[in-house]
């Protein structure tokens, strides 16, 4: 399952322009810095953590969000170090 743009609950992001995204947020999250606001690099972690879990309904991946949203630590992070503060703190059976 991917969680998508319009399977999000929250409404503040930036949307960047498709292209950049496109060839932007693939593969692994690398030690790029992680934007809370960049939609789709949110949307790449989240998808990214729940592909690390296997599968995951729209449930989960929106508790995902909301972690993010409400409880990731302000301050530089990477989008590695936020898949393994989510790997870390988030139980999805909660």
Known sequence: MYYLRKDMQFQ????????RADTLFTGEPSRRAFDRWDGEQVLFVINCYLSFL??????????????????????SKSERSVLNWL???MSLNK
């Not at 503040?12 to 292209?19: A, F, K, L, M, S």
């Not at 969000?65 to 630590?73: S, T």
């Open 87 to 89: 790997i870390t703190n």
């Open 54 to 75: 296997g599968k995951a309904t729209i449930v989960e991946a929106r508790g995902v969000e909301n972690k993010i949203v409400h409880f990731l630590p302000l301050g």
């Open 12 to 19: 503040h992001y930036r949307w960047p322009d498709i292209d």
